[in-house]
Each structure stands twice: as structure tokens, then as C-alpha cells.
């Protein structure tokens, strides 16, 4: 069993910056993802972290503004986002214990319950 918590979500002017984090506990040694849902949209993929944070990826949407980094010391995945855009406005949700694809959200066995990021125009 994962037990995943986000927090750190809130709202920001366009431009502005917010970090997120995801405690994780239980099976902690794993790989982590972030997705993101906006009202009306499906869940989409962020960004990916190998367990052992030599490996990440990112969607295309958010390539150079925002990075996923953890610290497996403390269990806590993070997601630095900066240059936010309005478009960024979403539920962000952490997801671990991959089993195919990293960037599909069906293959991850846990989530977390998501927190709001709100970013103003």
C-alpha cells in the first residue's frame, strides 16, 4: 500500500511560481508522476520520476518551466512550477507504483487526492 498527500497548491498570478509537494508513505522506493485535470478536460500527464531520481520526464506544455525533483530521505516528490500560465489552472495529483508507460495515467496503482493550482491572467 502508497498512502500519497499532496500539498502546496494555491493561487498565483500569471508568471508567478508555486512548488508542490507529495508525502509519500508505505511503499515509498517507487517510481512518481504528477497529472493534472482541469474542469471539462481529462487527467493529463505532467511529469515522471524514476525511484531513484536519475530519470525525468515531461510533457511538452511544460517543458522548461516546470521540474520534478524528490528526496527519498523525506519520502516528498516536487513539482517546481514556474512561469505559470492560466492554462496551468488545474487539480494537480501525484500518482506512484508504475506499471507500463509513465505518461499514462491507467498505469499507476495510486493517487493522492489532488491539490487545486489557480493561476490568474
Known amino acids: 500500500q502508497v498512502q500519497l498527500v499532496e500539498s502546496g497548491g494555491g493561487l498565483v498570478q500569471a508568471g508567478g511560481s508555486l512548488r508542490l509537494s507529495c508525502a509519500a508513505s508505505?511503499?515509498?522506493?517507487?517510481?512518481m508522476a504528477w497529472f493534472r485535470q482541469a474542469p471539462g478536460n481529462d487527467r493529463e500527464f505532467v511529469a515522471h520520476?524514476?525511484?531513484?531520481?536519475?530519470?525525468?520526464n515531461y510533457a511538452d506544455s511544460v517543458k522548461g518551466r516546470f521540474t520534478i525533483s524528490r528526496d527519498n530521505a523525506k519520502n516528498t516528490v516536487y513539482l517546481q512550477m514556474n512561469s505559470l500560465k492560466p492554462e496551468d489552472t488545474a487539480i494537480y495529483y501525484c500518482?506512484?507504483?508504475?506499471?507500463?508507460?509513465?505518461?499514462?495515467?491507467?498505469?499507476?496503482?495510486?493517487w493522492g487526492q489532488g491539490t487545486q493550482v489557480t493561476v490568474s491572467s
Open positions: 500518482a506512484s507504483v508504475r506499471r507500463g508507460s509513465y505518461s499514462s495515467m491507467k498505469e499507476y496503482a495510486y
Open positions: 508505505g511503499r515509498t522506493f517507487n517510481d
Open positions: 520520476i524514476t525511484y531513484n531520481g536519475l530519470t525525468t
